[in-house]
């Protein structure tokens, strides 16, 4: 059973991020409000929402920067087809199954749950990365690679372009530890 309440924070500087899981009839409902830093003088509060299928395949993905202008809504048909908020089509996405949202560790779950995944062998998977405070999306190549699971968790090698990290996630496929990025707190 997936934890109802998710709280993590950054391993350096100020915010956190409160998520909350719904697991409904063939659905799973994400809500979540990151509050962080964005430089000495800029607080941001950034609001998202996913509706997930059985499967973890993402279908509705919303969210937006309160107090500010603008938000974005995309669904998907779950085969990497995407639309926006007046269905229309959105090509620079075709062929992406999961998301990343770049304020949160949840995301990584995504491609965790829903892949199966030999230890030692990469999955490359092509995700729709969103921009929180830009509210802006494109394709992206990413990488997961089992390294060691035991009873308790897991650790998977993240992959994107130069950038790589082991993220050591539970039993759930929720991130615990996120190095110089997020760790989680016990709720």
Not at 39 to 61: A, G, K
Not at 82 to 92: A, F, K, L, R, V
Not at 97 to 124: H, K, M, V
Not at 147 to 166: H, I
Request: with cysteine; glycine share 8%; proline share 4%.
């Amino acid at each position: 059973m997936l934890p109802m309440n998710v709280i993590w924070k950054p391993t350096t500087g100020v915010g956190y991020e409160h998520l909350r899981i719904r697991e409904g009839l063939n659905r799973i409902h994400v809500n979540s409000m990151v509050i962080g830093k964005l430089d000495d003088e800029t607080i941001s509060r950034i609001q998202y929402e996913i509706v997930l299928d059985s499967n973890w395949i993402t279908r509705e993905v919303s969210m937006g920067i309160m107090g500010e202008e603008g938000a974005l809504h995309l669904s998907s048909d779950g085969r990497g087809n995407w639309t926006n908020e007046s269905g229309e089509s959105i090509p620079e996405l075709f062929g992406c199954i999961d998301i990343d949202i770049s304020c949160t560790p949840f995301t990584n779950t995504l491609p965790i749950r829903r892949l199966s995944y030999a230890p030692g062998e990469p999955q490359s998977i092509q995700v729709a990365y969103f921009s929180a405070h830009e509210l802006t999306y494109r394709q992206v190549q990413q990488q997961y690679t089992l390294l060691e699971s035991t009873v308790d968790s897991s650790v998977y090698q993240y992959r994107a372009g130069t950038f790589v990290e082991n993220i050591t996630v539970d039993t759930n496929g929720l991130v615990v530890i996120y190095p110089d990025l997020f760790i989680r707190e016990q709720v």
